[in-house]
């Protein structure tokens, strides 16, 4: 089972290096990460900063570790009034993942706007990908269905679905019979499955120093922490599907458990 670690923006931001964060991981035999081209500076103005790619390629493979490619969040191909703005940096993303060699790269669906835009942009990306071998997987903002729709209609082999698992629970308000019946919807169409932890609740509204407090929100909790019944999730999946940890707390990142002890805590 292969399992890999999200490196968010902020830990670079943290003032440790790209090396150092590869090497942690490396040691505790994770077997991927997932980096963000435009946290590296490799993007800027919807174009590929060339001469930076050269670095952080070598930092990539002197580690030894694979890696995925994660577009910028804030990247919504249903935007008709910015939708060029929006496609020129994920085009942009696409390229870097062509010439850094990853064969994953992850985008996420679901914002608010025209849906049409967004399928004929993920399908016009997934021609450009296709030629390197590279698969796109569309990650559920929230609601599984609604994604799998996208993934239905874009209607190409390499592009698949990043099951987020806690996303799905918000979406479920915290039920775990219908967190399993979307999940049982995504099985066919996932190639990268998405963890980390939550309570399942979206309400009341807080500040985001008091979310924890309350339990609300899109925590991103080392599994275990909250309530989502990750055994019973994976139990639906073979081995082969990959997973993806992401926890975006700094010290929770630092003090993550080896490879083996964060499988025995999502299988629990």
């Known amino acids: 089972m292969k399992v890999g670690v999200s ?13 150092s964060i590869l090497a942690e991981i490396k040691i505790k035999n994770y077997d991927f990460v997932q980096i963000f081209p435009h946290a590296l500076g490799l993007i800027k103005n919807g174009i590929v900063v060339e001469n930076h790619l050269q670095e952080v390629e070598a930092a990539l493979r002197g580690v030894g570790i694979e890696y995925i490619i994660r577009m910028p969040a ?3 191909l249903r935007d008709s009034i910015y939708y060029s703005r929006h496609f020129k940096v994920a085009k942009a993303a696409l390229d870097v993942a062509i010439k850094l060699g990853a064969k994953i ?4 669906s679901g914002k608010t706007g025209r849906l049409d835009l967004e399928i004929d942009a993920i399908k016009t990306l997934a021609d450009t990908a296709s030629k390197f071998g590279i698969q796109i997987a569309l990650e559920n903002t929230f609601s599984v269905k609604d994604t799998l729709y996208v993934i239905d209609n874009v209607d190409k082999d390499n592009v698949g679905f990043a099951l987020d698992v806690a996303h799905a629970f ?7 019979n219908k967190l399993l019946e979307d999940v049982r919807l995504g099985i066919e169409k996932t190639i990268l499955l998405l963890v980390h932890d939550n309570f399942g609740k979206m309400f009341p509204q807080v500040e985001p120093e008091d979310a924890l407090a309350y339990g609300v929100g899109d925590l991103h909790l080392l599994p275990g922490e909250g309530k989502i019944p990750f055994g019973k999730v994976l139990k639906m999946f073979d081995d082969n599907i990959p997973i993806l940890v992401k926890v975006k707390d700094p010290k929770v990142f630092h003090n993550m458990p080896p490879k083996e002890d964060l499988i025995q805590r999502l299988r629990r």
Not at 8 to 15: C, L, R, S
Not at 170 to 176: I, R, W
């Open 7 to 19: 490196i968010y923006p902020h830990f670079i931001k943290e003032g440790r290096t790209l090396p």
């Open 74 to 76: 804030s990247i919504n």
């Open 105 to 108: 790269v992850v985008m996420q």
């Open 170 to 176: 918000l979406s479920a308000q915290g039920d775990e």
